[in-house]
């Protein structure tokens, strides 16, 4: 049985398939087009297979890059839905926070708003 590809390289393939565009693949993952085309011509080497045609006007999936796409973001879906799921589990309750008075009026209280938004489980005291 062979092992999985690099982790990279399927993210990378994951987004340029759904953005059918190395670009905007880059800017979804914060690397540049070159490290995503790398990362996607690595894992079609590993796998043996072309995942996408290449044209001027962009990307389209091969057939066996439209057969690859689904089960893979299966898979990255299960892996955010087991992360959430952790956090979800661990961050709840209230969050007792002690500070200098400077530190408070200068920086946390500008961002207490958002986190609180973002992490309305949590009570902040």
Not at 15 to 41: C, F, G, N, Y
Not at 82 to 89: K, V
Not at 100 to 119: C, D, G, I, S, Y
Request: charge should be neutral; avoid cysteine; proline fraction near 6%.
């Amino acid at each position: 049985m062979r092992t999985l590809p690099p982790l990279n390289a399927l993210r990378a393939f994951e987004s340029a398939a759904r953005h059918l565009s190395m670009s905007r693949a880059a800017d979804e993952l914060h690397v540049t087009p070159a490290a995503i085309s790398h990362q996607v011509k690595g894992l079609e080497e590993y796998l043996g297979v072309q995942l996408f045609h290449r044209q001027q006007r962009g990307l389209s999936l091969t057939e066996a890059g439209a057969a690859y796409l689904p089960g893979l973001r299966e898979g990255f879906e299960k892996l955010q839905a087991a992360t959430e799921a952790l956090f979800e589990s661990e961050t709840t309750g209230p969050l007792t926070v002690s500070v200098t008075p400077t530190f408070a009026a200068k920086w946390l209280v500008h961002r207490l708003e958002k986190f609180t938004n973002l992490h309305p489980e949590i009570q902040v005291m």
